[in-house]
């Protein structure tokens, strides 16, 4: 017979959620500045949440808490450049800030 797994001070228990909603969207924009310029801006919504999520042992209701590492906007803009020479292009490493 199995013994059932209790868990300590230098564990973690993994438990999964038993219902979320998870609703959003985004918005990516590229605007070509010049034949060598490029903007980038990128608008993300999120909202997420825990539905029905309890321990199983019914000790703590976690009903209605927004997800972990679900945040509820995120925005990037960025920059890049393409350089020209006579043997060709290099396009330029981009340049974001979140």
């Given at each position: 017979?199995?013994?059932p797994?209790?868990?300590?001070?230098?564990?973690?228990?993994?438990?999964?959620?038993?219902?979320?909603?998870?609703l959003?969207?985004?918005?990516?924009?590229?605007?070509?500045?010049?034949?060598?310029?490029?903007?980038?801006?990128?608008?993300?919504?999120?909202?997420?949440?825990?539905?029905?999520?309890?321990?199983?042992?019914?000790?703590?209701?976690?009903?209605g808490?927004?997800?972990?590492?679900?945040?509820?906007?995120?925005?990037?803009?960025?920059?890049?450049?393409?350089?020209?020479?006579?043997?060709?292009?290099?396009?330029?490493?981009?340049?974001?800030?979140?």
């Amino acid at each position: 017979m199995p013994r059932p797994i209790t868990p300590s001070p230098t564990s973690s228990r993994h438990l999964n959620v038993q219902k979320t909603e998870i609703l959003g969207n985004q918005l990516d924009l590229i605007y070509k500045v010049t034949t060598s310029d490029r903007l980038n801006l990128s608008v993300g919504y999120l909202n997420a949440h825990n539905i029905r999520f309890q321990l199983p042992d019914g000790s703590a209701n976690f009903d209605g808490f927004q997800l972990q590492y679900a945040p509820d906007w995120t925005v990037t803009a960025g920059y890049a450049h393409d350089f020209h020479f006579d043997s060709g292009y290099v396009r330029g490493k981009r340049l974001d800030q979140v």
